[in-house]
T-cell receptor, first 112, second 115 residues
Framework: QKEVEQDPGPLSVPEGAIVSLNCTYS??????FMWYRQYSRKGPELLMYTYSSGNKEDGRFTAQVDKSSKYISLFIRDSQPSDSATYLC????????????FGTGTQLKVEL | DADVTQTPRNRITKTGKRIMLECSQTKGHDRMYWYRQDPGLGLRLIYYSFDVKDINKGEISDGYSVSRQAQAKFSLSLESAIPNQTALYFCATSGTISGSQETQYFGPGTRLLVL
């Protein structure tokens, strides 16, 4: 079993829809949680960063962490075709040389 | 200019050849990483370096070696390339985004095909 599980998709939604992307994990020592966005033929870019449990909002994006369930989510409101990309969750423990453990990524397509 | 650059961006080589992938960064970060990305497997860490004198193996280091020539430069070598090493390779650097929070910044990737 992988330490971080993520549904690969693909997920196809109409423009304007609310998108929910999720990851589950098994290591209770993870304290820092990130979402990266990766466009085709590009490197991942950091989208959201949260520490421990709770919510964080940035524009149309909301990251949610539920440590008791070992479950993290990324919500995208009013989705746009430009949101079409692969979304990778990543997480790390405190210290540990900032080594990240990644999910395999969910491919999202927002259709006009 | 990009903060993390990788060369070459695309490379085709033959089985048994030695090749080097290069990474440079202008972010001033001490920590640098090499990953490979394969469909369905996500990003897997090959090697990482905390400074010029500190090199560490990641989860899939067999068949690879690295060199940290300077704070800003971190190279990945495939000593004798095999088709199984066909993948997308990313370099990343690590630094703070606010306070003590650290995260990683990725280069654009090198697409490698081993025939």
């Amino acid at each position: 079993q992988k330490e971080v599980e993520q549904d690969p998709g693909p997920l196809s939604v109409p423009e304007g829809a609310i998108v929910s992307l999720n990851c589950t994990y098994s290591n209770s020592a993870f304290q820092y949680f990130m979402w990266y966005r990766q466009y085709s033929r590009k490197g991942p870019e950091l989208l959201m960063y949260t520490y421990s449990s709770g919510n964080k909002e940035d524009g149309r994006f909301t990251a949610q962490v539920d440590k008791s369930s070992k479950y993290i989510s990324l919500f995208i409101r009013d989705s746009q075709p430009s949101d079409s990309a692969t979304y990778l969750c990543a997480m790390r423990i405190t210290g540990g040389g900032n080594k990240l453990t990644f999910g395999t990524g969910t491919q999202l397509k927002v259709e006009l | 200019d990009a903060d993390v650059t990788q060369t070459p961006r695309n490379r085709i080589t033959k089985t048994g050849k030695r090749i080097m992938l290069e990474c440079s960064q202008t972010k001033g970060h001490d920590r640098m990483y090499w990953y490979r990305q394969d469909p369905g497997l996500g990003l897997r860490l090959i090697y990482y370096s905390f400074d010029v004198k500190d090199i560490n193996k990641g989860e899939i280091s067999d068949g690879y070696s690295v060199s940290r020539q300077a704070q800003a430069k971190f190279s990945l070598s495939l000593e004798s390339a095999i088709p199984n090493q066909t993948a997308l390779y990313f370099c990343a650097t690590s630094g703070t985004i606010s306070g003590s929070q650290e995260t990683q910044y990725f280069g654009p990737g090198t697409r490698l095909l081993v025939l």
